[in-house]
Nanobody
């Protein structure tokens, strides 16, 4: 089975920075798009940032200029660098990959922005 393993979450003060990483492992034949989604309490899960195999990126408007997604394709890994974090960024963040022709999700990692 393919696994997506997230790391780097935690508690940070407003205005602070945090980095998330997601590594795919297992029997991987192909990975196309990879992305970070998040789900805040009582809210629907939303796409935060996405990156293609060729490095093209997309960001939801609320994080543009603050978050950066990057990808190391040979290592099947993506990172999300988050700056100037706001309380509304508090959520469980989920790694996503289009792997082996289907959708794969990580287990989720908590990011809490609070004083």
């Amino acid at each position: 089975q393919v696994q997506l393993v997230e790391s780097g979450g935690g508690l940070v003060q407003p205005g602070g920075s945090l980095g998330l990483s997601c590594a795919a492992s297992g029997s991987i034949f192909s990975i196309y798009n990879m992305a970070w989604h998040r789900q805040a309490p009582g809210k629907e899960r939303e796409l935060v940032a996405e990156i293609s195999r060729g490095g093209n990126t997309y960001y939801v408007d609320s994080v543009k200029g603050r978050f950066t997604i990057s990808r190391d394709t040979p290592k099947d890994r993506i990172d999300l660098l988050m700056h100037n974090l706001k309380p509304e960024d508090t959520a469980v963040y989920y790694c996503y990959a289009d792997v082996n022709g289907g959708d794969k999700w990580g287990q989720g990692i908590q990011v809490t922005v609070s004083s």
